[in-house]
């Protein structure tokens, strides 16, 4: 069956609501904390720890010890299990007020988190059977270019085509973001183009690109 076109929104309309400029400015797109909100809930030194480490992700479940990811061994962060109250205090100082609303529902959440002066960092909050759990992956600023990724030189010819579709897929922490944003960057940088990107969450910050964040 057709759709009602009364309830349909047109695609034009569609693309001018996603490139709306207020959406690079909504709190939920660009989370940023002080360094003392971070400090004090006590999330910032193991995400300077991450960052210095090189982890690819951080770890931190209620009851069990703080552990970082690092080149596919794990490294615990403290001798003590994480208390169930200090997580909380984590997970509500780095949710803005419409993420909390999902979370307290049971909902999963992802999110990003931009550290001024140390990396923007990629959250995913969930609830399991035995407490809570933040699993945070360190995006850097810089996005990497295609050959620093080691991708053939067919992939930069790729991303020069007029149309048609590229699929990037794989496991979790295989690089699909960091590719696609090498991607788009090349875009970016070699064509006079409006580009859309549609993410969740916003990870690489691009300028000049229209990023929206689905909600």
């Given at each position: 069956?057709?759709?009602?076109p ?71 962060l ?46 995913n ?25 080691g ?10 085509l ?35 990107t ?18």
């Amino acid at each position: 069956d057709c759709p009602d076109p009364a309830i349909v929104e047109p695609a034009d309309k569609v693309f001018a609501r996603l490139a709306d400029p207020q959406l690079l400015s909504d709190a939920e797109l660009r989370t940023r904390l002080s360094h003392d909100q971070l400090r004090d809930c006590g999330l910032l030194p193991w995400l300077h720890e991450a960052v210095r480490l090189h982890a690819s992700d951080l770890f931190l479940s209620s009851g069990e010890q703080p552990i970082l990811k690092i080149y596919g061994t794990f490294k615990r962060l403290m001798e003590s299990p994480l208390a169930t109250p200090q997580l909380s205090r984590i997970i509500a100082a780095v949710l803005p007020p419409q993420k909390i609303e999902r979370y307290q529902n049971g909902q999963e959440v992802d999110l990003g988190l931009d550290v001024p002066g140390c990396a923007r960092f990629r959250l995913n909050v969930f609830r399991h059977q035995t407490g809570m759990t933040i699993a945070i992956r360190p995006i850097p600023y810089k996005i990497p270019l295609m050959r620093e990724l080691g991708l053939p030189p067919v992939f930069e010819d790729l991303a020069l085509l007029k149309r048609g579709l590229i699929l990037i897929t794989g496991p979790a922490g295989s690089g699909k973001s960091t590719t696609l944003a090498s991607f788009i960057n090349r875009i970016n940088q070699q064509e006079e183009r409006h580009i859309i990107t549609i993410e969740d969450p916003v990870e690489y910050f691009m300028s000049g690109v229209n990023q929206s964040q689905v909600r």
